[in-house]
């Protein structure tokens, strides 16, 4: 997978070069450059930003700084007079982004606080591309013309939050979703059972249940006995209960989704003790 990633800080991504990323890239599983988005500025102080339009404080990034930065990453020519006066208002349905993330095809991607979550299904989906572009936001964020034209072109742009908070610039988001995503890519983790079962992931993504390694006892706390009785029928009952109550206890609306028609005896069993119904189609929490 190619990824390229435009930050005013472009030394920030040398922690992409540790760890199972760095062997990612020697293996040649991955080709990360980072880009400094000042090397497309013309005037002396390398400037990519302006005040905002309409008043308020703070700076917003330069849409004609990141176009020419863009452009070229993406292999567009310049844009001609005529081009640069696209209507980018309404894109319509023909420059939606393909949730399928066309292999070959690069992928936009912005982190932004005012965008949607980011999600393990999204990791999931961007494992399969072939190109990823990443480009940080800093100040107040970037102009909001820039996603648009971009899509307007046919580009297949998305805009993230990963979380409800709002960091400095989009440095650390970037790397967040980096790692979602590359370590479900074929051949990244050197034991790839290690993420077939992990929260948030597949249908019915629950939370994990708990881990415990050795010693059996520690500070006199000991692992939970069904761990140590070999059954193994019986320690997968066991996590899989833990995980629906946990869930159901921390991220009710992740059970709250689950397909009834998929949950087995045992399954309906464990949440009905929690106090959920599930003969609909979906379950639900009594108490509500
Ligand atoms: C200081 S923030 C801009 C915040 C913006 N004025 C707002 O209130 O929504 C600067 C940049 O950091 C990044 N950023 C900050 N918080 C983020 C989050 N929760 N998720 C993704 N990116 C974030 C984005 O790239 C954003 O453009």
């Not at 070069?17 to 599983?29: D, F, R, T």
């Not at 249908?203 to 520690?218: C, D, F, M, S």
């Not at 209960?241 to 991220?251: M, Y």
Request: proline fraction near 6%.
């Amino acid at each position: 997978m190619k990824i390229d990633i435009v930050s005013v800080f472009p030394e920030y991504f040398e922690v992409m070069n540790l760890s199972l990323m760095g062997k990612a890239q020697a293996k040649g599983l991955l080709e990360i450059k980072a880009h400094n988005l000042r090397d497309w500025t013309h005037d002396v102080h390398h400037s990519v930003d302006d005040t905002p339009v309409g008043g308020g404080a703070g700076m917003v990034m330069k849409p004609e700084v990141w176009s020419e930065c863009l452009d070229e990453l993406l292999g567009f020519s310049q844009p001609s007079a005529a081009t640069d006066a696209v209507d980018t208002s309404d894109p319509g349905d023909s420059a939606a982004p393909d949730s399928s993330a066309p292999s070959g095809a690069p992928v936009l991607i912005f982190p932004n606080p005012s965008a949607p979550l980011f999600t393990q299904r999204d990791a999931t989906e961007l494992s399969h591309a072939d190109h990823l572009l990443f480009g940080c936001g800093r100040y107040e964020g970037y102009d909001a013309r820039i996603p648009d034209y971009y899509r307007a072109q046919g580009v297949d742009v998305r805009e993230y939050s990963i979380g409800d908070y709002v960091l400095n610039g989009g440095e650390v988001a970037v790397s967040v979703m980096l790692e979602a995503i590359t370590r479900l890519m074929p051949g990244f983790m050197g034991n790839p059972d290690s993420i077939v079962e992990e929260s948030y992931t597949g249908e019915g993504a629950l939370l994990e249940h708990r881990q415990y390694t050795k010693p059996a006892v520690w500070r006199g706390i000991a692992v939970p006995d069904v761990l140590l009785s070999g059954d193994h029928g019986k320690v997968d009952r066991f996590r899989r209960d833990e995980a629906l109550a946990r869930t159901a206890e921390i991220r009710p609306d992740l059970i709250a989704a689950l397909d009834c028609k998929a949950l087995d005896k045992a399954d309906r069993k464990t949440l009905m003790a929690l106090g959920w119904e599930v003969s609909a189609a979906h379950p639900r929490r009594l108490a509500d």
